[in-house]
């Protein structure tokens, strides 16, 4: 019984019994018990089955066939002078290959083939694939492990899961990565984007510059980072196998030589058999792939027998990439070599490894592939706008100095600053016109000029204000209103001349004109209200003159009798003594009186004059002087 008959049966069991009747429930459940039991170890079938399916599909390597150049530190122990100093001669200090690359723009995009080589005799054959890329400049791209970061985050990928995301039509490893980490070694460029510097560290480099060129070899930081010619990109490998045409591994040795890896010697690295990947070009400028099956130490090729295969096969200049239980080579997101590492859990099987970067044949791709924004990318190529020009749409059709000194290049031409215009931008705004293109009109009046950046006028002498619609106040004349009139009797001069003969122009004069009649019937019209309007005194002018001179007759009387008595005569003053009412009794009288002890009676009860109060006692001015 298939699992959907058992639930169909289940299911119907379960509506007949529903409609069924009470007499026969009991042997309707023990058939329903019978067919869920039959469902439940078929469900159980299924799972384990499913499970071990799974389990196979989670294969993974063992990372067992380990072909390390180096056990400790990676990269060569000598700096790029060293290598430029101990090159031979007739390389002179350049310490690499540059080529044109081929821009074959029809189909086939690339060509893979397979090979059975007897490089090691009759007795031993090997097994890989050569892939020639015709347009790699457009075609052929250095990924990160799972796609953009995976280097950033020591990221590791099947070469196969790598290309799958990418589209790649042909794939295979590429760079060293560190076994324990999984930290991608190396200088790596992909698609443009600097991934990681070495900082200077020398191994084989291969790259792709900007504008096409194929360089191989190795390379100073200064080479790597430069941004004349960026590349777009690059990966490092070791050992440098052919230069222009020539096995060239033992010069590399010398070069490249550092601490002992894994494997033994440097020396032992290049001549042992294992798994292989390269990477070089041919006269054409085409890049060729190289991937050989391979298990180290027993079949598979050294690097020796690489280099003469292809150069037997017409490469010029070629490197090596990682090699061993890396090697690994997919058609279409298909695994299409045969991996050297064992599988996990069943050894029985062998498993492709998680690698770092990739080589990624895929369909034209445009660099940038967005044209930098100025262009669409078809078939590869980049078809600029109205504008930009470069095989990247990353350059202006106008260039400078076209604009000159006053304007900018922009994909539409030049753009002239304000108050330029032109072509390019030599010739400035005609006399009326301002602003950006000349396209905005001059308001000032009078004649004044206008400045042809930002329209500011300058008024002709004899205005002012912003649009020069004022003529100079009375008074001032000149430039801006700013000197004044110097003429007699500060009559006003003339605006623009100063002059002081022709002072005002007609339309001026019969303006004043008016103006004077305007204001002299205004006062006298004011006058004539205030006369009207002013309040009578109740007293006339000649009654208030008749008052005033007779108070001031009074006042005048009156001063002179306050100054009789101020300054009286000499009579007077004899009148005043001679109505004294003191007595005058000399001291010498009295003190002799006194002496001669007489006492003075006390008076009677009548009132009597005293003795002193006699006429004959009255001292007097004239009895004085008896």
């Not at 071990?52 to 700096?79: C, F, I």
């Not at 892939?131 to 020591?154: I, K």
């Not at 794939?171 to 990681?196: E, K, M, P, W, Y």
């Not at 001031?552 to 009798?561: D, I, Y």
């Amino acid at each position: 019984m298939t699992l959907s008959g058992c639930c169909e049966s289940v299911f119907s069991e379960e509506l007949c019994g529903g409609q069924a009747r009470a007499g026969v429930f009991s042997t309707v459940d023990q058939h329903m018990a019978t067919v869920s039991a039959r469902c439940l170890l078929l469900l159980l079938l299924l799972w384990i089955g499913v499970l071990h399916s799974e389990t196979q599909h989670n294969r993974v390597s063992m990372n067992d066939d380990l072909l390390l150049p180096y056990a400790k530190r990676h990269g060569s122990a000598h700096s790029h002078r060293h290598i430029r100093d101990c090159q031979s001669v007739v390389h002179g200090n350049v310490t690499y290959e540059t080529w044109p690359s081929s821009q074959h723009g029809g189909a086939p995009l690339a060509e893979s083939s397979v090979f059975v080589s007897d490089a090691r005799g009759a007795t031993q054959w090997a097994y890989g694939h050569m892939t020639t890329v015709h347009d790699p400049l457009r075609t052929l791209s250095v990924l990160e492990p799972g796609g953009p970061g995976g280097c950033g985050f020591n990221h590791r990928a099947k070469v196969a899961e790598t290309a799958e995301a990418a589209g790649c039509l042909f794939s295979q490893n590429a760079g060293f990565f560190n076994t324990s980490t999984g930290q991608c070694l190396g200088n790596i460029v992909s698609d443009g984007r600097l991934v990681r510097d070495s900082n200077g560290v020398q191994n084989a480099q291969f790259g792709i510059r900007k504008d096409g060129t194929l360089v191989l070899g190795y390379l100073s930081e200064e080479d790597v980072t430069d941004q004349g010619n960026p590349f777009v990109q690059l990966v490092s490998g070791v050992a440098w196998l052919l230069r222009k045409g020539q096995v060239y591994i033992n010069q590399s040795l010398q070069a490249e030589c550092g601490n002992t890896q894994e494997t033994g010697s440097l020396s032992n690295f290049v001549d042992v058999v294992s798994g292989r990947t390269a990477i070089g070009h041919d006269a054409d400028g085409k890049v060729v792939l190289f991937h050989v099956d391979g298990q180290t130490g027993v079949r598979g090729m050294s690097l020796w027998e690489v280099a003469n295969f292809l150069k037997k096969n017409g490469v010029v200049n070629a490197i090596n990439l990682d090699g061993g239980g890396s090697a690994t080579f997919v058609v279409n997101s298909s695994l299409a070599s045969y991996p050297s590492d064992h599988c996990e859990p069943d050894a029985r099987w062998r498993c492709a490894r998680a690698v770092s970067t990739i080589l990624c044949v895929h369909p034209r791709h445009c660099h940038p592939r967005d044209c930098s924004g100025h262009g669409e990318c078809l078939q590869g190529v980049c078809r600029c706008l109205e504008g930009w020009r470069g095989a990247g749409c990353e350059g202006l059709v106008c260039q400078p100095p076209a604009c000159g000194a006053h304007g900018v290049c922009t994909s539409g031409g030049c753009v002239c600053d304000a108050g330029w215009s032109g072509h390019n931008c030599s010739e400035e705004c005609m006399q009326g016109f301002y602003g950006d293109s000349c396209n905005q009109t001059c308001a000032c009046a009078n004649g004044g000029s206008c400045d042809p950046v930002h329209g500011r006028c300058t008024c002709r002498p004899g205005f002012h204000s912003d649009l020069c619609q004022q003529e100079c106040p009375l008074g001032f004349h000149g430039a801006s209103c700013s000197e004044e009139c110097h003429c007699e009797d500060k009559c006003p001069c003339d605006p623009q001349t100063g002059s002081c003969t022709n002072p005002l122009r007609e339309a001026v004069n019969l303006t004043l004109q008016r103006a004077g009649h305007c204001l002299a019937r205004k006062m006298f019209t004011t006058w004539r209200q205030e006369e009207a309007t002013e309040i009578q005194p109740y007293l006339t002018e000649q009654t208030w003159l008749i008052i005033a001179i007779g108070l001031s007759s009074l006042l005048l009387a009156s001063l002179v009798g306050h100054l009789r008595r101020a300054f009286p005569a000499s009579a007077g003053h004899r009148r005043i003594s001679d109505r004294r009412d003191y007595s005058y009794v000399p001291l010498t009288d009295i003190n002799s009186s006194v002496a001669a002890g007489k006492v003075s009676q006390p008076r009677k009860a009548g009132v009597e004059p005293d003795d002193s109060d006699s006429q004959d006692e009255i001292w007097s001015p004239r009895s004085g002087g008896s």
